[in-house]
């Protein structure tokens, strides 16, 4: 986390002192057990009092010193296995789920966007986004994949996007069947999961509707243009 230090009056061990804060780090363990967090070392210059005195007080000398925050251990507990949904990917934290289409009508042979957005807090970067499966007469192409994620105190918060293109290859009303997502909450200590409704997408027309628009089409740009 980007931080601008900025001294600030404390006590430490019964003692006075001017503290900074230099770093901080959002850190999401990967396996559990005891684990050892490095120490943190810095080289910072300091000001050292002398014996030596002169009008305006004190002289201090600059002095270069090597200063470690020393090695933490912290334990990693496994999440529960009760309760664990089937579709558990790995997502700890606070999440809401989303699925929207960006048509609910449209032409044969006109493409929609299909988007699963899941915003939030949390280990963004350590579980999958669920998968669509769809009927076959809609081509699906590969997802984009759009992130807006910020770091701050708490973890990581944002939001994450799979948006896919699909193109139906024939006309009818499809539905977009239910899909769900799946998270560990630690506030709560239990899994919960989000499931959208059933969305439904219908699509008009027919090729031979849509070869005689594309007829008359021709003919009004050939005639007035």
Do not use: C, H, W
């Not at 490095?38 to 007080?57: H, S």
């Amino acid at each position: 986390i980007d931080i601008t230090p900025t001294a600030e009056n404390g006590i430490y061990k019964g003692e006075a002192y001017r503290y900074a804060v230099m770093r901080q780090t959002v850190l999401y363990p990967q396996r559990i057990g005891e684990l050892s967090i490095e120490p943190l070392v810095y080289d910072i210059a300091v000001q050292v009092p002398t014996n030596r005195r002169n009008i305006f007080g004190q002289v201090t000398n600059r002095v270069n010193k090597t200063v470690s925050a020393g090695k933490l251990k912290i334990n990693v507990k496994p999440l529960p296995d009760k309760g664990k949904p089937n579709n558990f990917s790995g997502a700890v934290g606070k999440f809401d789920f989303l699925v929207s289409t960006s048509k609910k009508e449209l032409l044969f042979s006109e493409a929609f966007q299909l988007t699963l957005e899941i915003k939030g807090i949390g280990n963004f970067n350590l579980f999958n986004l669920p998968t669509v499966n769809l009927p076959s007469s809609l081509e699906v192409y590969e997802p984009e994949r759009l992130e807006k994620i910020n770091t701050n105190f708490l973890g990581l918060k944002g939001s994450i996007k799979d948006q896919y293109t699909i193109v139906p290859s024939s006309p009818g009303k499809y539905a977009i069947p239910r899909i769900s997502f799946s998270y560990f909450d630690p506030k709560d200590s239990q899994y919960k999961t989000e499931t959208s409704n059933i969305t439904y997408v219908n699509v008009k027309g027919s090729i031979l509707e849509n070869m005689i628009l594309f007829f008359y089409l021709v003919l009004f740009i050939i005639y007035f243009v």
